[in-house]
């Protein structure tokens, strides 16, 4: 198949190729003090420059979904979406899956929080080829302390069915994943997930 290769054909069809990119920094950071999470900084840079970082060479298309400090985020030079405050990451998702589809920048989007940072570089690849071998709607990541179900490869066209699973007041990611077809993707380690501050200093001790 011709997007085993994507490096050897043209641009735009080496962007469709690819799966779309969409980073989850819309969160409260309610365990942080209510403080944007993405401009955290770890080992010089902020959260959300890590993952951005780590995510653009993988996708052929990516944006970030926030709800403040939305001009310091379009200055990375990523689409910025905005999106329903306090309807949890899926609320995010969603904006992200529209907009993919928007631009027509692929069949499946490959999602990450701004606090996951040490996405490997790989990533993208291995999720799309277990994808294809499993014909799943949405891949999930799994490491060796548990599930992590928004970093995911999710397909697109599940959007409407996600905007209606909200609409319906079911914040539940987990939830609406198992409404689908569903396979995890196994990371041997752990990921470097910073969900609060004590997880912070820790990592940076």
């Known amino acids: 198949m011709q997007s085993t290769h994507p ?20 969160g409260e950071g309610r365990r942080f003090g209510g403080v944007d999470k993405g401009w955290l900084r770890y080992d010089g840079s902020a959260f959300v420059e890590r993952v951005a970082a780590a995510l653009a060479p993988q996708v052929g298309w990516l944006a970030i979904s926030a709800n403040r400090n939305l001009a310091a985020y379009a200055a990375l030079g990523y689409p910025v ?9 899926l609320a995010g998702l969603l ?5 993919a589809l928007a631009a027509d920048s692929g069949e499946f989007l490959l999602s990450a929080p701004c606090d996951a940072l040490n996405l490997p570089a ?4 291995r999720m799309v080829e277990l994808q294809r071998q499993s014909g799943a709607d949405i891949v999930v990541l799994a490491d060796d302390a548990g599930l992590h179900p928004v970093v995911s490869l999710t397909r697109c066209t599940l959007a409407a069915d996600l905007a209606r699973h909200l609409q319906a007041g079911d914040y539940s990611v987990q939830r609406w994943q ?28």
């Open 7 to 26: 490096l050897t054909i043209t641009d735009d069809r080496r962007r469709r190729a690819l799966p779309a990119g969409g980073i989850l920094a819309g």
């Open 81 to 89: 979406l905005t999106d329903r405050i306090g309807a949890g990451p």
């Open 95 to 99: 904006r992200l899956l529209e907009a």
């Open 122 to 125: 790989d990533l993208g690849l």
């Open 178 to 205: 198992q409404r689908h077809r569903r396979v995890v993707a196994q990371l041997g380690g752990r990921l470097l997930n910073i969900n609060d501050a004590s997880a912070l200093e820790a990592a940076d001790a």
